[in-house]
């Protein structure tokens, strides 16, 4: 797992897209044009109630982004979650790590 020093304000690049999309601590996601960067919107997913946001024409969970992006590729056996159980919030600081069997729980 990587753990690293985030930062509030900044933006960081998604891994898997070539600088093309980038993604703050609080899940916003923003994609580079020519001359500087358009804002993107995240919608809930009707089906599963996450957010969700296109990236290259394909639907992304914005809380796969955020772990991939600031925490990356879990162990086996391992689990992202909401903290608070509140499932639209994707800040960092609401993400948590756990097993699925104590997720069940």
Do not use: C
Not at 10 to 16: A, L, Q, R, V
Not at 61 to 85: S, W
Not at 90 to 105: E, F, P, Q
Request: charged share 25%.
């Amino acid at each position: 797992m990587r753990i690293r020093q985030i930062s509030l304000t900044e933006w960081y690049d998604i891994p898997g897209y070539d600088g093309k999309y980038q993604i703050n601590y609080f899940g916003n996601i923003r994609r580079m044009l020519k001359r500087g960067y358009k804002d993107l919107h995240p919608y809930i997913k009707i089906s599963n109630g996450r957010r969700v946001v296109k990236l290259n024409g394909k639907e992304q969970v914005v809380m796969k982004l955020m772990q991939i992006t600031f925490i990356g590729v879990l162990p086996p056996g391992k689990v992202a979650y909401h903290k608070n159980g509140i499932i639209t919030d994707d800040a960092l600081n609401n993400i948590g790590i756990t097993t699925r069997v104590s997720l069940a729980d």
